[in-house]
């Protein structure tokens, strides 16, 4: 399993942005970010492939949301603007050891310890 470590997080007002960053241990992985707002099941936001040549986003957040790594520093990125109160949530990296994306939570082997994401109105 690769260690991830995530940053970023924060408080900011509806419209605001934010950066999410996922350091990992090791190399050649898809990625993920998931997260998880109150009371509410670990959902899909936006994925990876290894190279960062393809990507995926849940509808929610498709148009506002940008996921990038930088593979030279083993980083994932999730760039996220006009943020909403509903995008509140313990944001979570996650990465497996394969070359394609995927959606799924169960697709995945490691996490990170999350990282929270609040925004007010």
């Known amino acids: 399993q690769v260690q991830l470590v995530e940053s970023g997080g924060g408080s900011v007002q509806v419209g605001g942005s934010l950066r999410l960053s996922c350091a990992a241990s090791g190399s050649q992985y898809a990625m993920g970010w998931f997260r998880q707002g109150p009371g509410t099941e670990r959902e899909f936001v936006a994925a990876?492939?290894?190279?960062?040549?393809?990507?995926a986003y849940a509808d929610s957040v498709k148009g506002r949301f940008t996921i990038s790594r930088d593979s030279a520093k083993n980083t994932v990125y999730l760039q996220m603007n006009n943020l909403k109160p509903e995008d509140t949530a313990v944001y979570y990296c996650?990465?497996?050891?394969?070359?394609?994306?995927?959606?799924?939570?169960?697709?995945?082997?490691?996490w990170g310890q999350g990282t929270q994401v609040t925004v007010s109105s």
């Open positions: 990876i492939n290894w190279s960062g040549g393809s990507t």
């Open positions: 996650a990465a497996r050891r394969a070359y394609t994306l995927r959606t799924s939570l169960s697709e995945y082997d490691s």
